[in-house]
């Protein structure tokens, strides 16, 4: 594994290469960063040169100016951009999460960048008939942060999304090193609770422009995921609208984490089908 850095405009990018073949770029989601895909990036690296990275803000990608600055279409700039950086041609790219929001405004707006997305549980609730509930919701998660704190607002947000009181799946820190991850990605939960909630949630993914792009859109869900989660309602709705079904996945929201041999072989499978 490569660590680099790209400097891009108003931030600093950190990122991770690993093996050899075509680009795969996985776009992590909300307080995430590239240590989450690291056991599945670790199975696909002898087929693919697989980036992972932390988006601007996050982690050890520092950014400029102020989180009002961020937008789903700033965080898609950034993919692009470290997408010029290690790919000569179209790459193939995994978006977990708000990841994979990033990921469907990519393929939207840089036609031809991307050969497959594969958009694992896309929380793009504008798509829903209870739109206007999660709107709600987005709203209240800030609201909660400002007022009371990063806890209360990260328990509003779980409850309100359907994962209960409690996160997408379990995390063990069994070495130093883990240890360390799951602090750093902890100390992303304020920009995820003050910012990234609202500007994720409420984005309308332009899904003509989907369907018009040369790319493949492949839509995932966890098959332990459930229907009264926001992401498995939404990654359903997107799935229709762009004309047919999820792909299930094995684990959850975090199935990539929880489940990396599944979750390759069948990540492998979806990239092959689009190559």
């Known amino acids: 594994m490569n660590p680099e850095t790209l400097t891009v405009p108003g931030a600093s990018l950190y990122y991770e290469v690993r093996g050899s073949g075509s680009v795969l770029l996985m776009i992590p989601g909300g307080p995430m960063d590239a240590t989450g895909f690291a056991a599945l990036a670790d199975r696909m690296a002898d087929r693919y040169t697989v980036v992972t990275y932390d988006c601007r803000g996050n982690s050890r990608s520092p950014m400029e100016g102020s989180w009002d ?27 977990s999460s708000g990841g994979a929001t990033y990921g469907l405004d990519l393929v939207a707006r840089y036609p031809g960048r991307v050969r497959t997305l594969v958009a694992h549980e896309p929380p793009v609730s504008e798509l829903l008939p209870d739109a206007a509930r999660y709107h709600a919701l987005n709203e209240e998660v ?11 607002a990260m328990q509003t947000f779980t409850a309100g999304v359907g994962f209960g009181d409690g996160g997408p799946g379990p995390q063990r820190a069994d070495t130093q090193e883990a240890g360390a991850a799951m602090a750093r ?41 459930t229907p009264g989660q926001m992401p498995y309602q939404a990654a359903h709705e997107l799935a229709r609208r762009l004309g047919g079904e999820p792909v299930r996945f094995p684990g959850g929201h975090g199935g990539f984490a929880s489940h990396p041999d599944g979750f390759a072989a069948i990540l492998d499978e979806m990239l092959a089908a689009g190559g």
Not at 72 to 89: E, I, K, P
Request: charged share 20%.
């Open 69 to 95: 600055d961020l937008t789903v279409g700033l965080f898609a700039d950034d993919a692009n951009r470290l997408l010029d950086a290690v790919s000569a041609g179209p790459a193939y790219v995994l978006g």
């Open 142 to 152: 800030g609201e909660t942060y400002r007022g009371q704190g990063v806890a209360a």
């Open 185 to 225: 990605q902890a100390g992303n939960l304020d920009l995820f609770a003050g910012r990234l909630v609202p500007i994720i949630g409420n984005y309308s993914p332009d899904v003509e422009a989907l369907r018009k792009s040369p790319a493949r859109i492949v839509v995932g869900v966890g098959d332990e995921s």
